[in-house]
């Protein structure tokens, strides 16, 4: 069965400085990939996804986000982080025979400090 | 265009009672997709809905259930409330290819609260 793992609970930053969300995957068969951002009291927003190509995949908000086959990860980038990207993070995976399933990591707290 | 809109978006019910949450999709997504958001067990798919039929299912009991209407338009139903039930529902709408690589898009959720 597919799995997304997100081994922080919590990630802090400095504003300004580079952020990095982890997440990897267990799968069968080729992953579709996504990343999303859940502000307090609101809904999941779409930040990025990988289907297949460039692993280097650029999304919304100035985030960024690497596929590496060879060690199942899926990390979140963004080079200079803003206050206004503390939120919760998910990374979430979808196989392409299974519909549209998404199983979701447990979420990372990103924290940005002034 | 206009987001997944979903009501209401707060409930408060006890138990036993039975609850129905609504979910519009972005104009033109044919499937509605239904998450179960709680702290302890995080993000969980309930199930898909395509063409006003069930396209895929999550684990979950026969007490949960949901529907599709001909304008994609979708509704679930939950039985019986239990404590346990307490959660933020999710309703995500995709244009519904089946390939597994559309984008799902989510409304804001409806927190539900069993007394």
């Known amino acids: 069965a597919q799995s997304v793992a997100q081994p922080e609970d919590q990630v802090n930053v400095a504003e300004g400085n580079p952020l990095t969300v982890k997440c990897t995957y267990s799968?069968?068969?080729?992953?579709?990939l996504f990343w999303y951002v859940q502000y307090p009291n609101r809904g999941l927003q779409f930040l990025l996804k990988?289907?297949?190509?460039?692993?280097l995949v650029k999304g919304s908000y100035g985030f960024e986000a690497e596929f590496n086959k060879s060690q199942t990860s899926f990390h979140l980038k963004k080079p200079s982080a803003l206050v206004s990207d503390s939120a919760l993070y998910f990374c979430a995976v979808r196989v392409g025979t299974d519909g549209n399933k998404l199983v979701f990591g447990a979420g990372t707290i990103l924290r940005v400090k002034s | 265009k206009a987001g997944v809109t979903q009501t209401p978006r707060y409930l408060i019910k006890t138990r036993g009672q039975q609850v129905t949450l609504s979910c519009s999709p972005i104009?033109?997504?044919?499937?509605v997709s239904w998450y179960q958001q709680t702290p302890g067990q995080g993000l969980q798919f309930l199930f898909e809905?395509?063409?006003?039929?069930?396209?895929n299912k999550g684990n979950f009991p026969g007490r949960f259930s949901g529907r599709q209407f001909s304008n994609s338009r979708s509704e679930m139903n939950v039985s019986t409330l239990e404590l346990g039930d307490s959660a933020l529902y999710l309703c995500?709408?995709?244009?519904?290819?089946?390939?597994?690589?559309?984008?799902?898009?989510f409304g804001p959720g409806t927190r539900l609260t069993v007394l």
């Open positions: 995500a709408s995709s244009l519904g290819t089946g390939r597994g690589t559309d984008t799902q898009y």
């Open positions: 990988y289907i297949t190509g460039d692993n």
């Open positions: 809905y395509f063409s006003e039929t069930q396209r």
């Open positions: 104009s033109g997504h044919r499937s």
């Open positions: 799968v069968s068969g080729n992953p579709y």
